[in-house]
């Protein structure tokens, strides 16, 4: 399984941004996927998941700003990223994983994309 992650980029505060990750290969294995991000100094952290049957999680942080979507047909997920702050600022991975919820952790990973929120 490949994961091709791309949309990142530069952006002000208070704007929008939306990354999509497209997966190939053995696309059958994977389940739930998920959107992760490491900012400098930090350790990686979840961004959000989602089920192949829709179900979503997301951290605290981005509640209500960042949306998890997914296109089973087209074999990729997307985030919606509104409302940007500086502290979005980070290389955000797309990842999946052969169970169908995301407890049991992501399989894949795809090389991430850069997002930087400056003014």
């Known amino acids: 399984v490949q994961l091709q992650a791309s949309g990142g980029g530069l952006v002000q505060p208070g704007g929008s941004l939306r990354l999509s990750c497209a997966a190939s290969?053995?696309?059958?294995?994977?389940?739930?996927m998920g959107w992760y991000r490491q900012a400098p100094g930090k350790q990686r952290e979840l961004v959000a998941h989602?089920?192949?049957?829709?179900?979503?999680n997301y951290a605290n942080s981005v509640k209500g700003r960042f949306t998890i979507s997914r296109d089973n047909a087209k074999n990729t997920v997307y985030l919606q990223m509104n409302s940007l702050k500086l502290e979005d600022t980070a290389v955000y991975y797309c990842?999946?994983?052969?169970?169908?919820?995301?407890?049991?952790?992501?399989?894949?990973w795809g090389k991430g994309t850069l997002v930087t929120v400056s003014s």
């Open positions: 989602i089920t192949s049957g829709g179900h979503t």
């Open positions: 990842a999946g994983s052969t169970a169908y919820w995301w407890s049991n952790g992501m399989d894949y």
């Open positions: 290969g053995s696309i059958f294995v994977i389940g739930a």
